[in-house]
């Protein structure tokens, strides 16, 4: 490892393409790929292998998938996807702001399981409507937009009805403060807010967030901060060489010894051992 930091790609802005949005077709005989280094999205990705196989580093695992297949990315996780040279299928992308953000919660983005394999059946349902954003995405007439933005929803339903089916997340977050909690820590949690401050800015009492949250998630808001800020540390000591200092100041903390005593605590390890059992 000699980064010192991994890139983060940024959807490319086109004035005749809908803002938040792209779509990339994966044809055999081109492998497409923008990076050969494990790198993160500033946007939310979908993967729809429909042929072929690939090996998708996610965040610290590796996943392995043949034939027709959906990987999630969350803009958050740092990957890398090799994949063969005949595979076949779709890339969605799309920002935070493209999509509701119930969907994103409902779906495996960030979770046990990220790359599954899909039934011909089901996968037929989901390459409909991806052919017709296609379609929408080169015919770029007045009302494409709108109608992109319509089918991603659409795709993104019949997706979480396909997945919930299936048991494979067990909690659906359908609380509005719940999936505003989360979506506040991954924006705000190198502020360093306590859990109090959260339930201030979302205009609740502290333990009605407690309680919430921990009913949608099986975790209490303490440790979901908690895992945010971990995740973000283990990135940064697998894929980079920066030093334990240099992560704790990425981190915005001021003390680098109350960031040590944090990742011990959290994770039995040091940060320099974990650094070594990881690699």
Sequence with gaps: MTKQTFRRHSL???????????????NPGKRQSRESEPHRHSYHSVIFFTAGSAKHDIDFH????????????????VHLLTRSLNSRGFVLMF???????????????????????????????FLSL???????????????????????????????RYFESQKQETRSIKSPITRKFQA????????????????????????HLIETVKDNTGVTPLKFIHNKMISEAKRHLFYTDLSVKEI????????????????????????????????
Excluded: C, W
């Excluded at 086109?14 to 779509?23: I, Q």
């Excluded at 590796?62 to 996780?77: A, I, M, P």
């Excluded at 920002?95 to 996968?123: C, N, W, Y």
């Excluded at 296609?134 to 997706?159: C, G, K, Q, V, Y």
């Design 184 to 207: 506040l820590v991954d924006k705000s949690y190198l502020e360093h807010y306590s859990v109090e401050q959260y339930a201030e800015k979302l205009f609740v009492t502290s333990k």
């Design 248 to 279: 704790a100041d990425k981190l915005n903390y001021s003390d680098t010894g109350n960031f040590s005593k944090f990742f011990r605590k959290e994770t039995g390890y040091t940060a320099l051992e974990y650094r070594r059992k990881m690699r």
């Design 62 to 77: 590796t996943y392995r998938s043949t034939g027709k297949s959906v990987h999630f990315v969350h803009s958050d996780s």
């Design 12 to 26: 490319s802005q086109n004035d005749s393409h809908p803002e938040g949005f792209s779509l990339l077709e994966l």
């Design 130 to 160: 991806l052919t017709e954003m296609r379609d929408e995405f080169i015919n770029n007439d007045p009302d494409s937009f709108t109608i992109i933005r319509s089918l991603t929803h659409a795709l993104l339903l019949r997706m979480i």
């Design 95 to 125: 920002s935070d702001d493209f999509v509701d953000a119930e969907a994103l919660h409902r779906l495996p983005f960030s979770r046990q399981q990220p790359v599954t394999s899909i039934p011909k059946g089901v996968m037929d349902g």
